[in-house]
T-cell receptor
Framework: AQKITQTQPGMFVQEKEAVTLDCTYD???????LFWYKQPSSGEMIFLIY??????QNATEGRYSLNFQKARKSANLVISASQLGDSAMYFC?????????????FGEGTQLTVNP | DTGVSQNPRHKITKRGQNVTFRCDPI?????LYWYRQTLGQGPEFLTY????????KSRLLSDRFSAERPKGSFSTLEIQRTEQGDSAMYLC??????????????FGPGTRLTVT
């Protein structure tokens, strides 16, 4: 079974609107972390936001927020007020503290296009 | 800028040749990771160092691959007898010593390998 599933290969959004990128995960590890990274066409991976499995509140970082639903094993990224510069590939990733140590397991990504 | 750096940025080699990539992590980071990313996929974990010790290796890291971090600073990844299937982006990441909750990994720009 896939540990990280991103079911949206591509998403489109109008500038200034909000968009949600889906991520579901599969783990039996009680302690884990969920990450979102942005990868522009230039190739570098840019860290956006983190959610720990024991965190009680959803993480927020500026225009990024993480909709964490633990029982459903989902960790969707919400980008508010989209900007043209948000056009990029977005990856959801997980670190399982007990079973896989420090490594990150990534999903296949969602290509976001922001239209003017 | 004191981010993660990788050299070379691009490498074209013929099948059967050996190649070596270098990664310089952020100076105070003691943890270093190598990932491989093929076109249209998320990064896949290859190996992890804490200081000079190689603590984790993926099954993806065949015996043609070797990674070192001799002084706990920069790291090298060598691929011997390259195959066309080795063509990919090789990403290096680093993270600070334990103490931060996120274990956020900071990625370098990657080395794109093309095996002809």
């Amino acid at each position: 079974a896939q540990k990280i599933t991103q079911t949206q290969p591509g998403m489109f959004v109008q500038e200034k609107e909000a968009v949600t990128l889906d991520c579901t995960y599969d783990t039996s590890d009680p302690s884990y972390g969920l990450f979102w990274y942005k990868q522009p066409s230039s190739g570098e991976m840019i860290f956006l936001i983190y959610q720990g499995s024991y965190d009680q509140q959803n993480a927020t970082e500026g225009r990024y927020s993480l909709n964490f639903q633990k029982a459903r094993k989902s960790a969707n990224l919400v980008i508010s007020a989209s900007q043209l510069g948000d056009s990029a590939m977005y990856f959801c990733a997980m670190r399982e503290t007990e079973t896989s140590g420090s490594r990150l397991t990534f999903g296949e990504g969602t290509q976001l296009t922001v239209n003017p | 800028d004191t981010g993660v750096s990788q050299n070379p940025r691009h490498k074209i080699t013929k099948r059967g040749q050996n190649v070596t990539f270098r990664c310089d992590p952020i100076s105070e980071h003691n943890r270093l990771y190598w990932y491989r990313q093929t076109l249209g996929q998320g990064p896949e974990f290859l190996t992890y160092f804490q200081n000079e010790a190689q603590l984790e290796k993926s099954r993806l890291l065949s015996d043609r691959f070797s990674a070192e971090r001799p002084k706990g600073s920069f790291s090298t990844l060598e691929i011997q007898r390259t195959e066309q299937g080795d063509s990919a982006m090789y990403l290096c990441a680093s993270s600070p010593p334990k103490g931060g909750a996120t274990y956020e990994q900071y990625f370098g720009p990657g080395t794109r390998l093309t095996v002809t």
